[in-house]
């Protein structure tokens, strides 16, 4: 959602809905044998893994968020901390998707790379595209390209 000075870029719902999907899906099979053979306590583990790992990823889906207001932009994870950084304090910032290099390993697959001012004191890092809404996000690539207002209405 965009107003004059601010973007709060919405998740994508089917990133959500396809991971927990597979993941009911796991559940079900395991749910199903755990029944089916009583006294299996290895298939009770397997469903209370398999309910665990939906849990984590329903969580770690929600913990995402990234917004621009008055200037600020701020993207927060469950694993990482929040990382909060003026747009003036941006040196560059440019989409890219894959592994260009074996570093890229740890990085997300699809996200925008956030160099800072060296005189900032804040470390680069990633905004993960995964699992934002593909029009909210471009926005965002806007802004940070300078192309939309950062802070301010014009007109």
Not at 22 to 28: H, K, P
Not at 50 to 71: K, L, N, P, S
Not at 87 to 112: M, N, Q, T, W
Request: aromatic residues 10%; hydrophobic residues 45%; positive net charge.
């Amino acid at each position: 959602m965009m107003n004059c000075n601010s973007l709060d870029v919405r998740k994508r719902p089917s990133f959500l809905y396809i991971a927990e999907g597979f993941v009911g899906l796991l559940l079900t099979l395991a749910l199903s044998t755990a029944l089916r053979l009583p006294g299996a306590a290895n298939a009770w583990q397997a469903v209370a893994i398999v309910a665990g790992i939906g849990i984590y990823i329903g969580v770690w889906y929600a913990a995402f968020r990234v917004t621009v207001i008055d200037g600020v932009l701020t993207y927060r994870t469950l694993i990482g901390r929040t990382k909060v950084i003026r747009l003036d304090d941006i040196e560059r910032a440019h989409f890219e998707v894959g592994e260009k290099r074996y570093s890229d390993r740890d990085r997300p697959p699809v996200r925008i790379f956030i160099k800072p001012r060296g005189d900032s004191r804040l470390a680069p890092f990633d905004i993960n595209a995964a699992v934002f809404d593909n029009d909210d996000f471009a926005a965002l690539i806007r802004i940070l390209a300078g192309k939309e207002p950062r802070s301010k209405c014009d007109g």
